[in-house]
């Protein structure tokens, strides 16, 4: 099975991606799995990163014959209407080539409504961040064990209270700090190392989730930060400076 996932460059969009990863990893064996994954902000990225996509398909499928199915999910990203039918003729000259994939869009963007209304593959709910209709989905279709379920659920309420703006909701604090890590994870260029860059974003992603729930967590998620960044360099606290980590 390959899973091609294309997502938003927020601290929503990798949160997605953040879900996707430990639920499908743990739904299929590691060796019938292959993820690949995409970020784009809107506008031409967006085409650019689908049309990526295909050509890993094809790429895949050359390498190895038996590797026909696949699924093409899109989430925190609205599409345009031409988006949309471009996104549905190229799935539909893959499939006529004897490839077997499918797709569906998953978003919150109000922007969306009139492709939501217009294709059935692309839902939308304004009332849940894409993390928490991502994680929805899929915990319903794959289901998640207890160990995982107990710190990915809480970073997803989390994720959707400050996506959202839900001041009262839950980790609203610990969100803010969370979504200006992402922001400022500027350290690997997302263009020149691409999936480094994601790693490092989802991998501070997921050690942020051991403040979660506890006393003054984003306090402690917010002093954490350097250290987290540089130990994933390769480093520690006192080893070096973060700039010549990233040299």
């Known amino acids: 099975m390959q899973i091609y996932h294309l997502s938003h460059i927020d601290l929503d969009g990798y949160g997605c991606q953040m879900v996707s990863r430990e639920i499908y990893t743990r739904a299929f064996a590691s060796d019938s799995l292959l993820m690949f994954f995409y970020n784009a902000n809107y506008g031409k990225e967006v085409s650019a990163r689908l049309e990526e996509i295909y050509r890993q398909i094809k790429y895949t499928k050359a390498k190895n014959p038996k590797e026909k199915e696949a699924h093409i999910l899109i989430s925190d990203l609205n599409l345009t209407s031409d988006e949309c039918e471009r996104l549905v003729q190229s799935v539909l000259e893959l499939n006529l080539n004897g490839f077997q994939i499918t797709f569906e869009l998953l978003d919150h963007h109000k922007s969306g409504q009139e492709c939501a209304q217009t294709y059935e593959w692309y839902f939308l709910d304004t009332k849940r961040c894409a993390t928490h209709i991502v994680y929805d989905t899929l915990l319903t279709r794959y289901g998640l064990c207890d160990s995982v379920r107990q710190w990915l659920e809480p970073m997803v309420k989390m ?79 006192l080893s070096a400076t973060l700039d010549n980590l990233i040299s």
Do not use: H, P, T
């Open 159 to 237: 994720i959707n209270s400050v996506d959202l703006w839900l001041e009262e909701g839950y980790a609203f604090e610990f969100g803010k700090v969370a979504m200006r890590m992402i922001v400022e994870c500027k350290e690997l260029n997302r263009f020149m190392f691409d999936k480094e860059d994601r790693e490092y974003k989802l991998a501070l992603l997921k050690e942020s989730a051991k403040f979660l729930g506890q006393e003054k967590g984003e306090i402690l998620l917010d002093n954490a930060i350097l250290e987290m960044k540089k130990c994933f360099l390769k480093g520690s606290l």
